[in-house]
């Protein structure tokens, strides 16, 4: 007997502005990749042992694909492929690609900074256990 998998991803983006063209902010694609990383995960993990498959696998485990396909969101080799402007049908540049990635780094590295922050001032402030238990 053969069987055929099907997956579908239905994803809530925004509805166009007075247009039918549908256009996706990057924080969409970002979304589009992460999902597909999981259907692709659920179709490559079909074993004979439940537990090691789909969403039987620890959280973080099931996120790995996921994570990693967000990536492709962010490599220029592979937006330029899809990602067009609207209108004039013009790849997605390079820079731009590069500019967004820096201020990705930016917000991702203040927002380490931020935490670390946090997390020595509660050491500072409350130097007993309670600091195990942020
Ligand atoms: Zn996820």
């Given amino acids: ?20 063209v549908v256009r996706l902010n ?4 970002d979304t589009l ?4 990383g999981h259907a692709l995960h659920y179709f490559l993990s ?4 439940q537990h090691f498959s789909s969403t039987k696998v620890a959280f973080d485990m099931a996120e790995t694909p996921s994570k990693l396909f967000e990536y492709y969101g962010w490599d220029y ?7 067009r402007h609207y209108s004039t049908g013009n790849s997605i540049l390079e820079k731009l690609v590069e ?20 997390w020595i001032s509660h050491i500072i ?5 309670e600091t195990l238990q942020i």
Avoid: Q, W
């Fill in 99 to 118: 500019s967004m990635m820096g201020a990705r780094r930016m917000v991702f590295c203040n927002g380490i900074a931020v935490t670390c922050r946090i």
């Fill in 77 to 83: 080799k592979v937006l330029k492929k899809f990602a």
């Fill in 46 to 49: 079909g074993t004979d042992y």
């Fill in 125 to 129: 402030f409350f130097p007993s256990n």
């Fill in 33 to 36: 990749v992460h999902e597909f």
């Fill in 26 to 29: 990057h924080s969409d694609v």
């Fill in 1 to 20: 007997m053969s069987c055929i998998m099907v997956y579908a991803l239905v994803c809530n983006f925004s509805k166009p502005h007075n247009s039918s």
